[in-house]
């Protein structure tokens, strides 16, 4: 990304062979947490558009109230692969644990916090007489699961930054699975309709946390860390990750907007949406596993002190990025025909999505620069200049997706406004990427 001239061939191969092996196993594991809401929204489309309306509504809250604290694995995978690059193994464990404990905490204030807020919460978002309660019970139920969620994340967060990606894709794939068999045999076999979804996500989210407590603590063991809470690391893992947690909060706020106005288009299009968004979100974790990669790798060539070989590898992931863009957009059009009758076998629903799904489709290549330069910066610990330039990319959407409901645009047009979010957030993460800014060596920045 900078002027620095290009890496040779051996380098290039040895850069991709570090972009594969963390990038594939990342892969797997990242798509698993979308693939929990499109299990969700498969079966629970088959219910009824009401059903899958409320489900859309619980699952944007849902994911607001986890995604916002995304900061414990990001933050930790930064922080652990410095410390990983510097040569202190046993520091970097000792941080990771101040991430979980920081999750457990966190996990247990927005149980407390929203679960009493649900019907209130729903209601802020505009949603139907028909859909208001299925949207209640699903939020309800599966609120119980955040502190799983959030000690998932953190942990993640320290094997990753271990340079392990592979131990998440096998937690992801039994959580996956575990979620599948559930959700048909407590949706269906049991008669517990949408509760029957959200019961059945809730318990493969704590057999998932408790199968991550078991290998980090093990490892912890292992290399001598304090297993015990560190109210000072604790402090420290809270600050590092407030840049970052504005920075979600804002992307958050741009999806939850979408959804808002998706909601008010009426059911069909809400309905409709959910099921893009579900597309589009299983793209971008699909997509960040280059990023996953790029913080692991970035992480440890900056806490090495090796800036030349951060500025290659920065430079070779975004060309993964944008090929990997090209080819999801592709498949995304090709496959229609086969994934969209999955989810609901409303016509009016199908009408509505088909052109949204096109245009998020041609956006992908723009989606894989945008998650790859995402990754690299966080990988460099450069959370301020994150969170400033996705709170322009929010002031510019914002106005532009209120005003669609306003001059009779659907939902085609809501999903061009998203398009023209992710051109923005391009424009300043290039910009930032090009200075060379984020470059700060060292096993702390």
Not at 91 to 109: E, F, N, S, T
Not at 173 to 198: C, H, P
Not at 340 to 364: E, G, K
Request: glycine fraction near 10%.
């Amino acid at each position: 990304m900078t002027q620095a001239p290009a890496p040779p061939k051996a380098i290039r191969r040895r850069h991709d062979r570090e972009i594969i092996t963390l990038a594939v196993p990342a892969f797997g594991a990242l798509v698993a947490e979308p693939l929990f809401v499109m299990v969700d929204s498969a079966v629970v489309g088959h219910l009824g558009t009401a059903q899958l309306a409320g489900l859309a509504i619980a699952a944007a809250l849902l994911m607001t109230a986890v995604s916002v604290f995304v900061f414990l694995a990001y933050a930790t995978t930064s922080a652990v692969a410095r410390r990983i690059g510097a040569g202190d193994l046993p520091g970097a464990i000792r941080q990771g644990m101040d991430g979980i404990w920081l999750a457990v905490i966190l996990g247990m204030a927005v149980v407390a916090v929203t679960l009493p807020l649900a019907p209130r919460l729903i209601s802020a978002f505009g949603a139907s007489d028909t859909a208001f309660p299925y949207a209640v019970t699903y939020l309800r139920i599966s609120l119980i699961g955040i502190p799983a969620m959030l000690i998932v994340l953190a942990a993640t967060g320290v094997l990753r930054g271990l340079q392990d990606t592979r131990t998440p894709l096998y937690v992801a794939i039994g959580g996956f699975t575990a979620n599948a068999v559930l959700n048909v045999l407590l949706v269906y076999g049991a008669g517990l309709g949408i509760a029957g979804s959200a019961w059945g996500t809730v318990i493969a989210q704590y057999a998932m946390a408790a199968v991550y407590l078991i290998v980090v603590v093990r490892g912890a063991r292992r290399h001598r860390a304090s297993l015990r809470p560190n109210a000072a690391g604790i402090r420290a893992s809270a600050r590092a990750g407030v840049p970052l947690l504005i920075r979600t909060l804002s992307l958050r706020a741009v999806l939850m907007i979408a959804t808002a106005v998706a909601t008010r288009l009426g059911d069909t299009e809400i309905a409709a949406h959910q099921i893009v968004l579900s597309l589009w979100s299983l793209m971008a974790f699909a997509l960040d596993a280059i990023a996953i990669a790029g913080q692991a790798i970035i992480g440890r060539y900056l806490g090495a002190g090796d800036t030349e070989g951060a500025r290659q590898v920065c430079r070779r992931m975004v060309q993964w990025g944008l090929a990997s863009g090209l080819i999801f957009g592709l498949l995304l059009v090709l496959m229609r025909p086969l994934f969209l009758p999955l989810f609901s076998s409303d016509p009016a629903v199908h009408d509505a999505l088909l052109p949204a799904l096109l245009v998020m489709a041609l956006t992908q290549p723009i989606a894989g620069i945008v998650f790859v330069l995402d990754g690299v910066l966080m990988g460099a610990g450069d959370g301020p200049y994150l969170a400033g330039a996705m709170l322009v990319t929010l002031a510019v959407f914002a106005p532009v997706a209120l005003l669609i409901p306003v001059f009779g645009g659907g939902l085609t047009a809501l999903w061009w406004a998203m398009g023209l979010m992710m051109a923005v957030r391009m424009a300043t993460l290039w910009v930032r990427a090009r200075s060379g800014r984020w470059l700060v060596t060292g096993a702390t920045r």
